[in-house]
T-cell receptor, first 111, second 111 residues
């Protein structure tokens, strides 16, 4: 079983739709959960950060972590064409900050 | 806003040559990392560096790779004798703790 699994998509949605992304993981030691956005041939940009289980909201973005199910989600409300990118989930343990990444989901928001 | 800076953005080299990839981390960060991303694949951890020494390295980071923080501001990755399979995007990252911030990457092409 892969340590972090993420459906690579691609995902295509109309402008204004809700985008729903998720990852599952196998390592119960993961405590820090992040979502990064990556534009083509650029570095990952930190979008959302959550510690342990719970929800976090930042503008149009909501991140959820369910440690009991080893499942994390990112929701993008009122999606815009500028949200078109690859979204990477990433997570780390509490005793080191080495990130394990998912494969990334490519999202296209159609105008 | 402070950012991680990487140079060069593109590097082309012949197989067997040495390359040095350079990074300037965010100034008050304590942890430094190199990751790589082969085209179409996951972002993979190479090495982490803290307190002037390697804290963890992956099995990819063999004897051909080395890292250095020569002057308190730069952080470098050296590949001693490049192979074709070293062709990838190399990302430097830095953090104060669990939130990693990435540079824009160096695209390394080994011919």
């Amino acid at each position: 079983q892969k340590e972090v699994e993420q459906d690579p998509g691609p995902l295509s949605v109309p402008e204004g739709a809700i985008v729903s992304l998720n990852c599952t993981y196998s390592n119960s030691a993961f405590q820090y959960f992040m979502w990064y956005r990556q534009y083509s041939r650029k570095g990952p940009e930190l979008l959302m950060y959550t510690y342990s289980s719970g929800n976090k909201e930042d503008g149009r973005f909501t991140a959820q972590v369910d440690k009991s199910s080893k499942y994390i989600s990112l929701f993008i409300r009122d999606s815009q064409p500028s949200d078109s990118a690859t979204y990477l989930c990433a997570m780390s343990r509490s005793n080191d900050y080495k990130l394990s990444f998912g494969a990334g989901t490519t999202v296209t928001v159609r105008a | 806003e402070p950012e991680v800076t990487q140079t060069p953005s593109h590097q082309v080299t012949q197989m067997g040559q040495e390359v040095i990839l350079r990074c300037v981390p965010i100034s008050n960060h304590l942890y430094f990392y190199w990751y790589r991303q082969i085209l179409g694949q996951k972002v993979e951890f190479l090495v982490s560096f803290y307190n002037n020494e390697i804290s963890e390295k992956s099995e990819i980071f063999d004897d051909q790779f080395s890292v250095e923080r020569p002057d308190g501001s730069n952080f470098t990755l050296k590949i001693r004798s490049t192979k074709l399979e070293d062709s990838a995007m190399y990302f430097c990252a830095s953090s104060r703790a669990e939130k990693l911030f990435f540079g824009s990457g160096t695209q390394l092409s080994v011919l």
